[in-house]
């Protein structure tokens, strides 16, 4: 799914005279989340989040939520995804956390704490243990995440479950970069950030969308539905 720690993520680094990302989204380098970065180390994995490293139930959401916001949850998925605030954030419209939490209170007018609020929107996710222990065991190259999730969940699911992001080098949110997936732009952006050749990255992903896109662009790719899915990119 499409949908992007006891430790605070670092901070992406921006990539100054870019004109081609007009999108000022401040863009992740190689090793700037965590591990130095080693040239002799060609092979990377990248995973999804919600629907491959999180178990994602977006019904669930729309409930927790509600019950944080006093809203029914139809209503809840009318204000905040079927408005296309939700897509806004995972495009990078809003240039932190914080502006989102903002907004939110604008919109449905909750007056409760941040606390709440942030664990009522990243509620859809719950780590998968199985995926989490399979990346920390795989030791043959560099591992990272690559998501179409906004600075919200970035901030919030970061802190949250350091276990799961642990294993990465790399966390490549969308919302800092020149697109969401699965536009082929931020396949041959990510490609760059990684400085390898495209046939050295291994990609898992929920969507079919989005692998068809990461083949197209010369990955591994594999439609994700299970742990065992991953073996085929992990050997």
């Known amino acids: ?30 090793g700037s989340y965590g ?58 419209r809003y240039r932190d956390a914080a502006a989102i939490r903002a907004q939110i209170r604008r919109i449905t007018g909750y007056g409760g704490s941040d606390q709440h609020l942030d664990a009522a929107w990243c509620s859809a996710f719950c780590p998968d243990p199985d995926v989490i222990e399979l990346l920390g065991r795989h030791r043959r190259g560099r591992r990272g995440a690559f998501t179409n999730n906004g600075p919200l969940e970035e901030e ?27 536009d082929p732009a931020v396949y041959r952006q990510v490609t760059d950030l990684l400085a390898v050749s495209p046939g050295q990255i291994g990609f898992a992903d929920d969507s079919a969308d989005n692998v068809e896109a990461a083949l197209a662009c010369g990955w591994h790719a594999v439609r994700y539905r299970s742990p065992g899915d991953l073996g085929a990119l992990t050997g």
């Open 1 to 30: 799914m499409q949908h992007r720690h006891g430790i605070l993520a670092r901070p992406g680094r921006f990539i100054p005279g870019r004109a081609a990302w007009a999108s000022r989204r401040p863009a992740v380098f190689p």
């Open 35 to 92: 591990g130095a970065v080693d040239g002799d180390r060609a092979q990377v994995l990248l995973v999804d989040l919600g629907g491959v490293l999180f178990s994602f139930d977006h019904e669930y959401r729309l409930t927790v939520l509600g019950e944080c916001l006093g809203l029914p949850p139809g209503r809840v998925d009318e204000l905040l995804w079927q408005s296309g605030f939700s897509a806004d954030c995972d495009a990078g």
């Open 156 to 182: 919030v699911l970061t802190r949250l479950y350091p276990d799961a992001f642990g294993p990465f080098e790399h966390l490549f949110f969308c919302w800092r970069l020149t697109a969401n997936k699965p």
